[in-house]
């Protein structure tokens, strides 16, 4: 028998009630003859009160609140894939790509079970562990679209080990249904299907965590080469309005190298949405050749839609990432915006009476964010595989101040952050990405990566260009003052230098066929070129021949285009780059020797 209350108190997505039973904090609970949903978010002896999901219009006090005897947790199965879902994973469905609040419905359920082909990887008499694999999971029929992705069947993380003594013969099955039976060591029983709950907000667990020391390659040379996430990495992507956060999210989701992408759209809007999800849809996969949505998870939460579920989203959205990388996969979040979900955190915590802190929002602001970045990792799962969850969120400070508490908070809890810059974008300067004000802690880290893939000078061409562009933002303030002619050789040197860096290495369109992403050997080929010409421009100063010289030679002019015109894969046009370079600098070179 369930725990149950009588709602005294409602305000916004918060009630009260009171209660006559044990209710567990975190549970689950439904309000209401709608039956609305809602999580328990504190009790005392006499009262609980309860955050809820849905628009809470039309309750009254009076209304009943019952208990389902479990902490709030989502059904995690193959059927989650390629599908587009609410903060609570309910399914909200793409059929016209749109997203909207009035497909959110009130007392709204979960996704019916759908039917995959199992293959069972285990025999009746074997031994399993939490997390061991049972079997492979497939579409239900070959004409069915695959989603070009192999799924698995676990144990579930927090099932007793034991022996097998019922298994499924290969075939299909309804997600819900029992193809697996244990008997555990104390003689009991239990079923395992191919989904299974799981609780949004605690982690799932993993054997070990693992070093970071993998590239999460996300095709844009400005974060790969000088600012890298680690597979299993954090990065924040702070930006006042209009700089370029959600482009740059959807970008990376679009062209980064994981397995599965969470799509967390938190509080944004929702045309925005419905136009990543149109996109995705036509999009091919450079892996499958199939819709790129496939193997994409949309959590949906937009800004007309109810507040309380945009805080759970976050949560919901991780533990879906967590659930893949289970299976031995790579996996890349995004959230966008996480300053709209710290914002219900706010409207929640508002409602509750309790004691505001900076800016408003509650005292435990920067445990929750925390709580949500900790959860990426490079693991080994339970069953010994390697997977990964990375982690990419957006921040939107009010008026673009970066001292605001949510963007100082979230610097605490992440390995990367991708600082956008006003100017730069007003300049359509894109990315937006701040060269000075950004930064990686993981580059270090993932040198030897580099290495091992022919560029081993990643390393040092990377400071070269970082040190260059700091050199630049001074210099540049001085050529403001004494005019840029005034400056002597070696300065102007840096200048060019710089530019190139910017133009040629650093700004990379979104929107171009060609460069729109870059392979990691694309990105290698073009730092190198770079790197040659810096050189050459220091081996001509030594010589006493002006920068100008070099910046004025028509290969220059090649050099600052080659992202936008040589494309992947065409190896003999970077090498003929190359070799006029050097032989244009052989021609100045004489000249200024003879
Ligand atoms: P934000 O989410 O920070 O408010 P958006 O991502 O919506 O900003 O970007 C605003 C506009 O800036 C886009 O509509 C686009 O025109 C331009 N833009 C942003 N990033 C890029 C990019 N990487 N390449 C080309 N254009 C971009
Ligand atoms: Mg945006």
Redesign the pocket.
């Given at each position: 028998m369930n725990a149950r209350a009588t709602t005294t108190w409602i305000s916004g997505p918060v009630l009260r009630a009171a209660s006559t039973g044990a209710f567990l904090l975190r549970e689950a609970v439904v309000v209401g003859d709608a039956r609305l949903l809602g999580e328990v978010i504190r009790v005392s002896r006499e009262e609980i009160t309860v955050q809820v999901y849905e628009d809470t219009s039309g309750l009254r006090p009076g209304d009943p609140v019952e208990g389902s005897g479990r902490l709030l947790s989502i059904r995690l199965g193959p059927g989650i894939l390629g599908r587009i879902f609410d903060g609570l994973l309910r399914p909200i469905g793409v059929e016209d790509s749109s997203v909207d609040a009035a497909r959110v419905r009130p007392g709204m359920r979960e996704a019916p079970p759908g039917s995959f082909r199992f293959t069972p990887r285990l025999a009746v008499g074997d031994r399993v562990a939490p997390g061991a694999i049972v079997g492979d999971v497939g579409p239900d029929a070959a004409e069915t679209p695959a989603a070009g992705l192999r799924q698995r069947c676990l144990v579930p993380p927090d099932a007793a080990p034991g022996e097998v003594v019922e298994l499924a013969d290969a075939g299909c099955v309804a997600e819900d249904a029992a193809i697996c039976t244990v008997r555990t060591d104390d003689g009991g029983e239990y079923d395992i299907a191919l989904s299974h709950r799981w609780p949004v907000r605690l982690p799932r667990p993993v054997a070990k965590r693992l070093p970071a020391d993998e590239p999460m390659l996300t095709g844009q040379r400005i974060l790969d080469c000088l600012f890298p996430i680690a597979r299993g990495g954090t990065a924040a992507i702070p930006?006042?309005?209009?700089?370029?956060?959600?482009?740059?999210?959807?970008?990376i989701a679009k062209w980064c190298d994981a397995d599965v992408i969470v799509y967390v759209g938190c509080g944004?809007r929702g045309n925005?949405l419905a136009g990543l999800l149109a996109e995705f849809l036509e999009l091919e996969d450079p892996r499958t050749g199939r819709p790129l949505l496939e193997r994409t998870v949309v959590i949906a939460n937009t800004s007309n839609m109810p507040v309380a579920a945009r805080e759970a989203s976050i949560y919901t959205g991780i533990t879906v990432a967590e659930y893949f990388r289970d299976q031995g996969l790579d996996v890349a979040l995004m959230a966008?915006?996480t300053s709209r979900w710290a914002e219900a955190l706010r409207e929640v915590s508002g409602r509750l009476g309790e004691l505001p802190g900076e800016g408003g929002y509650p005292a435990y602001l920067s445990s929750r964010l925390a709580d949500f970045y900790e959860r990426a990792a490079r693991v080994e799962t339970l069953a010994g595989a390697p997977g990964s969850v990375s982690v990419m969120g957006?921040v939107?400070p009010p008026s673009g101040d970066f001292s605001e508490p949510v963007t100082n908070h979230t610097r605490r809890y992440v390995g990367c952050l991708w600082a956008?810059d006003v100017r730069r974008?007003q300049a359509?300067f894109?990315?937006?990405i701040h060269p000075l004000t950004s930064y990686s802690d993981s580059a270090r880290g993932l040198a030897r990566w580099w290495h091992t893939e022919g560029c081993t000078r990643w390393e040092a061409l990377r400071r070269r260009f970082l040190t260059l562009l700091e050199d630049e933002a001074r210099l540049e303030r001085m050529a403001r003052i004494i005019g840029r002619d005034a400056m002597p050789p070696r300065q102007r040197l840096t200048l060019v230098s710089a530019q190139l860096i910017n133009q040629a290495f650093l700004r990379?369109?979104?929107?171009s066929d060609i460069d729109r992403y870059a392979t990691p050997q694309r990105q290698a080929v073009m730092m190198r070129l770079i790197g040659s010409f810096i050189d050459a421009g220091e081996a001509l100063l030594a010589d006493g021949v002006a920068p100008e010289r070099l910046a004025e030679a028509p290969v220059f002019r090649a050099l600052m285009r080659m992202g936008e015109e040589i494309p992947e894969g065409d190896w003999e046009r970077f090498s003929e780059l190359d070799r006029e370079l050097s032989e244009t600098v052989r021609l100045i070179g004489e000249g200024a020797r003879s």
């Open positions: 930006g006042g309005f209009g700089t370029g956060k959600t482009v740059l999210l959807e970008t944004e925005e966008d915006s957006a939107s956008l974008a359509r894109y990315p937006a990379q369109s979104a929107f």
